[in-house]
C-alpha cells in the first residue's frame, strides 16, 4: 500500500506550503512511505485528485485543495483530518495502515470482581 499525498510544489499560498511541509515532514520523520503526486505540474494528478475525494469532503467551490492524502485509491482525508488523527494519536489507522512494531498500542483495562 502506498501513501500519495497530493501536493501543489508552485503554489501561492503560504499556508498550504506549511500544511503540505507538515504532513510530509511527519511522514518522512516517521519512515513512512509514500509518494508526493504534483497537481501544479501535473494534469493528470489534478484531474484524479478531483474527482477522487469524496463529495461531502469538496469545499463549497467543488475543488479541494491540497495537501489531500490518500491510501493507494482509498480517500484517506485533507490536512485538517491529518492534524486531528496526528493529535488524537490514530495516524496509522487514518492513514489505513498497521502500526509499526514495538507501537505502543492502547488497551483498555476493564475493573474487575462485582457490579452493582
Known sequence: MVIKVFVATSSGSTAIKKKQQEVVGFLEANKIDFQQMDIAGDED?????????PGEKKPQNGIPLPPQIFNEERYCGDFESFFSAKEE???YSFLG???????????AVLPQGPFI
Do not use: F, Q, Y
Open 45 to 53: 494528478n489534478r484531474k484524479w485528485m478531483r474527482e477522487n475525494v
Open 89 to 91: 494519536n490514530i495516524i
Open 97 to 107: 495502515l498497521a502500526p509499526p512494531p514495538g507501537t505502543k498500542v492502547c488497551t
